[in-house]
Antibody
Framework: QVHLVESGGGLVKRGGSLRLSCAAS????????MSWIRQAPGKGLEWVSY????????DYAKSVKGRFTISRDNPKNSLYLQMTSLRVEDTAVYYC?????????????WGQGTMVTVSS | DIQLTQSPSFLSASVGDRVTITCRAS??????LAWYQQKPGRAPKLLIY???TLQSGVPSRFSGSGSGTEFTLTVNSLQPEDFATYYC?????????FGQGTKLEIK
């Protein structure tokens, strides 16, 4: 069964850094745009970043641009999110998600999420 | 940036009811609107994409429609497992936006 598994979340102090990973299995990872999407406690969903299949097409939400870096390692079927200069408002569950059929499409596969808590 | 506004934000209904959730965009968007269902402590689940196409495995009581700036999700004959939070989402102009969510509760 296809799935995504995130890891790397935890507790970090304001200004600190954290690297999230997302392991993909049972599908051709390199064929898909992948995104990170987050959800603050009790709040809605916020798209964070996406990366194209080859890794050359990348974009970020304004709230994280310049602080977060998305990358992927296709031979390892892995997606990453390097987060620096973390703020309290970055506290959220971070999900990796697969775009169904291209950049302008819905997310048809989600991981279970990893919690990031930024303390002041 | 495009904003999506869902209404209502909270909805109380009974098993067997038909409910409709509306998603309004701040400007006209393509037909790439999607709908997700999320239950507490779980990842969102894709229900509908390209406005009206049902994702594989999703019951046919779910349907979507709309165009331009107004889109709707309808659930016919609510089942106990349908009580959850629903989000609309659009991937327009290479920036994704989600609605704020609609929490569907049991009356």
């Amino acid at each position: 069964q296809v799935h995504l598994v995130e890891s790397g979340g935890g507790l970090v102090k304001r200004g600190g850094s954290l690297r999230l990973s997302c392991a993909a299995s049972r599908f051709t990872f390199s064929n898909y745009y992948m995104s990170w999407i987050r959800q603050a406690p009790g709040k809605g969903l916020e798209w964070v970043s996406y990366i194209g299949g080859s890794g050359t097409t990348i974009d970020y939400a304004k709230s994280v641009k310049g602080r977060f870096t998305i990358s992927r390692d296709n031979p390892k079927n892995s997606l990453y999110l390097q987060m620096t200069s973390l703020r309290v408002e970055d506290t959220a569950v971070y999900y990796c998600a697969r775009a169904r059929a291209g950049v302008s499409d819905a997310f048809d596969l989600w991981g279970q999420g990893t919690m990031v808590t930024v303390s002041s | 940036d495009i904003q999506l506004t869902q209404s209502p934000s909270f909805l109380s209904a009974s098993v067997g009811d038909r409910v409709t959730i509306t998603c309004r965009a701040s400007q006209a968007i393509s037909s790439s609107l999607a709908w997700y269902q999320q239950k507490p402590g779980r990842a969102p689940k894709l229900l509908i994409y390209t406005t009206s196409t049902l994702q594989s495995g999703v019951p046919s009581r779910f349907s979507g429609s709309g165009s331009g700036t107004e889109f709707t999700l309808t659930v016919n004959s609510l089942q106990p497992e349908d009580f959850a939070t629903y989000y609309c989402q659009q991937p327009h102009s290479f920036q994704y936006a989600f609605g704020q969510g609609t929490k569907l509760e049991i009356k």
